[in-house]
């Protein structure tokens, strides 16, 4: 037979169940501020003595509410953290089944994508997400397995709060950590959010990414592409985390890709620029709005990542000048346009008569400053030597225009002065291709001359 005390509990559980069953919004409402007020961090056995060996009883009517109004979002709020104190507990392994027996992961999933439902609604349904991929791996995987890659980064791209998207990295963070079977699928969809238009999404995309790269070791061919549109971003805090992904990425496989992309930036096409401009800003009267187009953007950016790569390896240097990354670096400095695009291709080549800061181009290879100065001409060249970081506000329209149009090539010179190839194999397209003749005929006639 039971004693009084247990008996007195009991009778307290049927009673709050009751009050439970039969409490309308408002009534339920109060119900779950004072569980959460009372119940918060604590274990499961402090929750069944709460509830007299009956917690579950209370659980499954909350998953079972959940099911009926999450569509509504009625204190949906604090319906979650209430079965977040649940799942969180200390020895909730019986609570966790308990809420995904009743398909608790998919009505997670759904309520991230109805656009009824409050943020701050869906910010505490990411957190039970991530409570639920902490408990290990098979839960990582019913969460990969129930489409929950793609709902929770299309929420990312949407979401307007910065606090919540530091929630959802924190997920994604998890489920790319100790999920083999299904790391690739939330790296790819990292690699997808590249191109949404939300800044901090994308920041932190490029974040998660670089741990991603690390665990998983190879790359999608996909990835050099969607981190150089980044480039274009106006947001200078996207831009620093695209070019320290660009730092881990040419230790893969991509690397010949990435710097040949990066090279190609430099110039942008006259469809890419000309569609960019209205006929009516060729009206003398009217201002040139060019200052953030974003192909602008994108070049003066690659022309910063070409810099840190440089100075950081000599072979990626030396591959970048193969790929004339001076003939592009000494356009981007002609164009009038953007004077960032200006500034960075300058610092890129500056010469290494500004100590401390080391730069590369001009410094490590004398036949590159012979070219410049030669393309420059004596006068630019030692403004250029003076203060190259400035040098955009000293050059005159018909300097820029010699700089745009300069026909530098220091494939024969390079090879000539012993300055091979590396190791890397690059894909070749057309131009390229010529490029390779070019200098094959060079070799060709050195050992014909030395016969």
Same mark, same amino acid.
């Given at each position: 037979m039971?004693?009084?005390?247990?008996?007195a509990?009991?009778?307290?559980?049927?009673?709050?169940?009751?009050?439970?069953?039969?409490?309308?919004?408002?009534?339920?409402?109060?119900?779950?501020?004072?569980?959460?007020?009372?119940?918060?961090?604590?274990?499961?056995?402090?929750?069944?003595?709460?509830f007299?060996?009956?917690?579950?009883?209370?659980?499954?009517?909350?998953t079972?509410?959940?099911?009926?109004?999450?569509?509504?979002g009625?204190c949906?709020?604090?319906?979650?953290?209430?079965?977040?104190?649940?799942?969180?507990?200390?020895s909730?392994?019986?609570?966790?089944?308990?809420?995904?027996?009743?398909?608790?992961v998919?009505?997670?999933?759904?309520?991230?994508?109805?656009?009824?439902?409050?943020? /701050?609604?869906k910010?505490?349904?990411?957190?039970?997400?991530?409570?639920?991929?902490?408990?290990?791996?098979?839960?990582?995987?019913?969460?990969?397995?129930?489409?929950?890659?793609?709902?929770?980064?299309?929420?990312?791209?949407?979401?307007?709060?910065?606090?919540?998207?530091?929630?959802?990295?924190?997920?994604? @963070? =998890?489920?790319?950590?100790?999920?083999?079977?299904?790391?690739?699928?939330?790296?790819?969809?990292?690699?997808?959010?590249?191109?949404?238009?939300?800044?901090?999404?994308?920041?932190?995309?490029?974040?998660?990414?670089?741990?991603?790269?690390?665990?998983?070791?190879?790359?999608?061919?996909?990835?050099?592409?969607?981190?150089?549109?980044?480039?274009?971003?106006?947001?200078?805090?996207?831009?620093?985390?695209?070019?320290?992904?660009?730092?881990?990425?040419?230790n893969?496989?991509?690397?010949?890709?990435?710097?040949?992309?990066l090279?190609?930036l430099?110039i942008? =096409?006259v469809?890419?620029?000309?569609?960019?401009q +209205?006929?009516?800003?060729?009206?003398?009267?009217?201002?040139?709005?060019?200052?953030?187009?974003?192909?602008?953007?994108?070049?003066?950016?690659?022309?910063?990542?070409?810099?840190?790569?440089?100075?950081?390896n000599?072979?990626?240097?030396e591959?970048?000048?193969?790929?004339?990354?001076?003939?592009?670096?000494?356009?981007?400095?002609?164009?009038? @346009?953007?004077?960032?695009?200006?500034?960075?291709?300058?610092?890129?080549?500056?010469?290494?008569?500004? +100590?401390?800061?080391?730069?590369?181009?001009?410094?490590?290879f004398?036949?590159?400053?012979?070219?410049?100065?030669?393309?420059?001409?004596e006068?630019?060249?030692?403004?250029?030597?003076?203060?190259?970081?400035?040098?955009?506000?000293?050059?005159?329209?018909?300097?820029?225009?010699?700089?745009?149009?300069?026909?530098v090539?220091?494939?024969?010179?390079?090879?000539?002065?012993?300055?091979?190839?590396?190791?890397?194999t690059?894909?070749?397209?057309?131009?390229?291709?010529d490029?390779?003749?070019?200098?094959?005929?060079?070799?060709?006639?050195?050992? /014909?001359?030395?016969?």
């Amino acid at each position: 037979m039971t004693s009084i005390k247990e008996q007195a509990a009991i009778s307290r559980l049927l009673s709050f169940l009751q009050d439970w069953d039969n409490g309308g919004k408002v009534a339920r409402s109060h119900i779950l501020d004072n569980f959460i007020k009372t119940n918060q961090g604590k274990t499961s056995p402090e929750l069944e003595q709460e509830f007299s060996q009956g917690a579950s009883l209370f659980l499954v009517r909350l998953t079972t509410w959940l099911r009926l109004i999450y569509m509504t979002g009625s204190c949906l709020d604090k319906l979650l953290q209430s079965i977040g104190i649940f799942l969180s507990a200390v020895s909730s392994n019986q609570y966790l089944r308990e809420f995904l027996e009743v398909g608790g992961v998919l009505t997670l999933l759904e309520i991230l994508g109805l656009e009824k439902i409050r943020e /701050e609604d869906k910010k505490e349904s990411i957190k039970l997400l991530q409570v639920i991929a902490n408990y290990g791996r098979k839960y990582k995987e019913l969460i990969c397995e129930s489409y929950g890659v793609r709902s929770i980064a299309e929420f990312l791209a949407k979401s307007k709060s910065e606090e919540t998207q530091e929630e959802v990295q924190l997920l994604l @963070d =998890s489920l790319v950590h100790g999920n083999p079977k299904y790391q690739n699928q939330v790296y790819k969809g990292l690699i997808a959010l590249l191109s949404c238009t939300s800044p901090k999404a994308q920041q932190l995309s490029l974040q998660t990414l670089r741990t991603a790269q690390s665990i998983i070791g190879t790359t999608h061919p996909s990835i050099v592409e969607c981190v150089l549109k980044v480039l274009r971003t106006m947001h200078l805090e996207v831009q620093y985390e695209a070019i320290e992904l660009i730092k881990d990425l040419v230790n893969y496989d991509v690397c010949q890709a990435l710097l040949k992309g990066l090279v190609e930036l430099l110039i942008p =096409s006259v469809k890419e620029t000309s569609k960019l401009q +209205p006929k009516i800003l060729n009206d003398s009267l009217v201002p040139q709005l060019t200052a953030h187009l974003p192909v602008f953007l994108q070049q003066a950016a690659a022309a910063k990542a070409i810099g840190i790569l440089a100075r950081s390896n000599t072979s990626i240097a030396e591959e970048m000048l193969h790929l004339r990354v001076v003939h592009s670096l000494l356009a981007a400095m002609g164009n009038s @346009d953007h004077s960032n695009s200006q500034r960075q291709a300058s610092l890129t080549l500056e010469s290494p008569r500004r +100590p401390p800061r080391p730069q590369y181009f001009v410094q490590v290879f004398p036949v590159v400053e012979e070219h410049v100065r030669r393309s420059m001409g004596e006068e630019l060249y030692k403004l250029f030597l003076s203060n190259a970081e400035d040098l955009y506000v000293k050059i005159d329209s018909i300097q820029a225009d010699i700089l745009a149009a300069n026909k530098v090539n220091v494939s024969k010179a390079l090879y000539l002065g012993g300055v091979p190839h590396s190791n890397t194999t690059f894909y070749l397209d057309a131009h390229d291709q010529d490029q390779l003749a070019y200098i094959t005929y060079f070799q060709k006639e050195d050992v /014909e001359g030395e016969e």
